[in-house]
């Protein structure tokens, strides 16, 4: 199986994935009992997760349970190393370590922000599909999903899903360059 790196992440219709501080509460907008978006379905097809230390620290606050004890996951980090009881710290060059997960046998890497990793991960072209859904609300100001200075990349539709709630679910896969 060719281990696919897929970004699954929520954002407002006006391109942001948080406010300035972090704050997430946007999200509760499309909150819906027994809805998942397609969540679990997801979960079942990757085991291995990277994070940003940003997005680790913020679901650290929840104070739930760390919620991906069954997968591998990678902390990107400039200033932290090692691992800790959930995750391990890479501060290294992102391609040799999509490289390195890739080498060995496993389910798809799941990718969930923050901008900066994001942003690290299109300037390499290292996203293979992108599941982006688009919350009814608009921020005005705050993290932008997608940073300026990446390259210009093509991508190819795949599907849409729209929910009751309002939310889009977008589904592309990265073209790389011919």
Known sequence: MNRQ???????SLDGYIAKEDDNLDFLSVVEKEGEDYGYTAFQQEVDTLIWGRRTYDKVLSFGIDFPHKD??????????????ENVEFFGGDVRELIAQIRSQEGKH????????VVYELLK???IDRMIISVIPHLLGSG?????????????????STTFPTGLVQLWYDNQPEQ
């Open 124 to 126: 390499y072209g290292l």
């Open 71 to 84: 997968k591998k996951c990678y902390v990107l980090s400039g200033s932290k190393t090692g691992s800790d």
């Open 5 to 11: 790196v897929i970004l699954y992440i929520a954002m």
């Open 143 to 159: 993290i932008r999903l997608f940073k300026d200075g990446r390259p210009e990349q093509h991508l190819k539709f795949r599907s």
């Open 109 to 116: 890497i799941y990718c969930d922000g923050g901008a900066g």
